[in-house]
C-alpha cells in the first residue's frame, strides 16, 4: 500500500470517527459498536476502504493500539484499592477465564459440528476469554457504581487482556501457527517471564526518571520504553532463548508499577500527570483505528457466510461461558454476595483484544493456510477457520458492548441500591 493513502485512510477515520464517538457520548453508550458499524459502512458496503488494505493496516494498528491501552489501563490501577478485591480479581482471572474459554470454544464446536476435541472452536473460546478495559472504564468513570464493583471489573480486564494473550499463543501451537513445543512451559515463560520482564521495566524507568527531568517528553519516553519492554519480551527473548515471555503481561505490570511508585514522589506526580493525559489521548486515537479498521476487515461475503453461525457462538460466549464462569469462580471461598456474582457475570464486554487477535490470526492463516494440520483441515478448511473466528469474534464484540455497556448503571441500581 502507497504511503499517501495510508494516510489518506487514516485522516478520513480520525475525523469520522471523532463525529461518531461525540454522537456515541450523547445518546450515552459506548462509541465501539457505532465505529464497528462505520467500519462496515465505509468498507464492506460503500468499499471506500477495500477489505485488504484494512486487513493490512489492523495489523499495526492492532498492535499499538493494545500497548497502548494496557499501559493506560494499568498506569490507573490503584495498588492500595487493588488489595481490596484482589482474592476476586484472581478469582476471575483464572477459574472464570479458563471456563469462559473452555465453553465459549465447547459452543464453537458445537454450533460448527465439529468433534468436541477440536482445537478451532478453544482458539476462539481463547480470544474472547478477556474483557475489556477501554469499554469498562468509560462507564464507570461516568456514574456512581460502587467503587468496589468498579474496580473488581476494571482490574480484571487489565490482567485478564495479557492472559487470553498468552492462551491465544498456546492455543495456536495446535493450529501449527506457533512454534509452541511445551505448553506448561510456555504458559510459565510467557506469564512469568512477562511480570519479572514488566518488574525490571518499570524499576528501570523509574531509576531512570528519577535521575532526570523528562518535562513535556515524559510521554514520548513512556511509550517508547512500554514499546521497548514489547518488543524484548515477544521478538529479542525467543530468538535468543526460544522461549518468549509476554510482553503483554510486562506491560501490564509495568504499567501498574511506575503508576504506583512515581505518582506518590512529589517532584514527579506532574511529569506522571502529562503521561496518563498523554496516554490517555493516544488511547482514544488507537480504539478509532482498531475497531474502524475492524469492520472495515469484516467482508460482506464473510458476513453471508458465517453471520448466524458466528452470532449463535456469539450469545454463548456472552450468555452462557461467561456467567457459568463467574458463578463458579465466584462460589470459591471467600464467597462473593449473589448480587454481586450476578453483576459481574453479566458484566464482562469484549474489545480491543479480541478485536486484534481475531484480525491476527485471521492474516496469519490466510498467509499460511498449509501450516494447518491436515488431522485440522479435514474438519474444516483454513480459509473457513479464518473467517469463522473472525466473524464470531466481531459479533461477539458487538454484541457484549451494546447489551452489557447499555445496562451496567441500571443494573447495578436494581442490584444494590
Known sequence: MEVPLAIG???????????????????????????????????PVFGIIPTNYAQLLFSFVGTIGLIIVLLVGAFEMRWIVLKRVLSTVLKLD?????????VSGFIFNLVYGIPFVCPIGYVFGAVNCSTDPATLIPVFSNSDIDP???????????????????????????????KSLNPFIDFITLSFGGILLGLFGGKLFEIIVSKEEFGEYIAPFGVGAAMAIWYIGEE?????????LSGYMAIAIMGIYIGNVLTKKPNKSKEMHKMAEFCTDLSSLTRILIFVFLGASISMSLLKGF????????????FIARPLGVFIATAIPPVNSLKERIYFAL???????????????????MANPDAIPVSVSNYMPPETIAGSILVATFLTIFLSVVVEASWAYPLANKLFK
Open 9 to 43: 485512510y487514516i485522516s478520513l477515520l480520525f475525523i469520522i470517527g471523532s463525529f461518531i464517538a461525540k454522537i456515541a457520548e450523547r445518546i450515552g453508550i459506548p462509541d465501539i459498536p457505532l465505529l464497528l458499524l462505520t467500519g462496515l459502512i465505509i468498507g
Open 236 to 244: 529479542i527473548f525467543p530468538t535468543f532463548f526460544g522461549h518468549g
Open 148 to 178: 468496589k464493583i468498579a474496580v473488581t471489573l476494571e482490574a480484571e480486564s487489565v490482567f485478564n487482556d495479557p492472559l487470553g494473550i498468552v492462551a491465544t499463543s498456546l492455543s495456536l501451537s495446535t493450529l501449527g501457527l506457533s
Open 347 to 365: 458484566e464482562g464486554p469484549r474489545g480491543v483484544v479480541p478485536a486484534a487477535l481475531a484480525a491476527m490470526i485471521y492474516s496469519e492463516i
Open 307 to 318: 453471520g448466524l453461525f458466528g452470532l449463535l457462538c456469539a450469545v454463548g460466549s456472552v
Open 94 to 102: 483464572t477459574v472464570a477465564l479458563v471456563i469462559s474459554l473452555l
